[in-house]
């Protein structure tokens, strides 16, 4: 069974930081892209990053380039979010994803809520 | 930058009754398209893939049609389970892999 469990959100100030982890199990961790997406409250879903399966390509939102950095440890089966400089529109849950080989998002995390506020 | 617009915002059905969701891209993203079902403090579920293809354990009352930059999500007939918001998403112009803005489907 394909399990993402994602860990490491909370409350963080204006200009903080955060790292965001999703550990993987069930599937052959090596073989797909891992990706990032975030959900504000009561809005839609923002795709955030991507990484693919080496981890020698990432892709970001143009909204947090610059700011965020996405990583894998393929030995650990894990990605990483790493956050900084975060502002208040950073605020929202974080599911990390898993494409199916296609590009469509099979499976889901159960989300890590980021809080960013004084 | 690809733009993905669904309609209606919000679509009022009767348990039973025919939902039909539209979702139009701004460029054409052949058959990449995919669409999501999330609930009230749950992670998106994937429903379809390529267009119209569902996804494992999808209820056949699920269908996806359409290519290029014009698709559809339709439910035959709506269970009270399925009152929930649906996203489509496209995954052939890459990055991003850019969301609509959901539907809501509610009673």
């Known amino acids: 069974e394909v399990q993402l469990v994602e860990s490491g959100g909370g409350l963080v100030q204006p200009g903080g930081s955060l790292r965001l982890s999703c550990a993987a199990s069930?599937?052959?961790?090596?073989?797909?892209?891992m990706n990032w997406v975030r959900q504000a409250p009561g809005k839609g879903l923002e795709w955030v990053s991507s990484?693919?399966?080496?981890?020698?390509?990432?892709h970001y939102a143009d909204s947090v380039k610059g700011r965020f950095t996405i990583s894998r440890d393929n030995t650990k089966n894990s990605v990483y979010l790493q956050m900084n400089n975060l502002r208040a529109e950073d605020t929202a849950v974080y599911y990390c994803?898993?494409?199916?080989?296609?590009?469509?998002?099979?499976?889901w995390g159960q989300g890590t809520l980021v809080t960013v506020s004084s | 930058e690809m733009v993905m617009t669904q309609s209606p915002a919000t679509l009022s059905v009767s348990p039973g009754e025919r939902a039909t969701l539209s979702c139009r891209a701004s460029?054409?993203?052949?058959?990449?398209l995919a669409w999501y079902q999330q609930k009230p403090g749950q992670a998106p579920r994937l429903l379809i893939y390529?267009?119209?293809t569902r996804a494992t354990g999808v209820p056949a009352r699920f269908s996806g049609s359409g290519s290029g930059t014009e698709f559809t999500l339709t439910i035959s007939s709506l269970q009270s389970e399925d009152f929930a918001v649906y996203y489509c998403?496209?995954?052939?112009?890459?990055?991003?892999?850019?969301f609509g803005g959901g539907t809501k489907v509610e009673i």
């Open positions: 460029q054409s993203v052949s058959s990449n």
């Open positions: 994803a898993r494409e199916g080989g296609g590009g469509a998002y099979f499976y």
């Open positions: 069930g599937f052959k961790f090596t073989s797909y892209e």
């Open positions: 990484i693919i399966s080496t981890g020698y390509t990432v």
């Open positions: 998403q496209q995954y052939n112009n890459w990055p991003p892999h850019i």
């Open positions: 390529g267009a119209s």
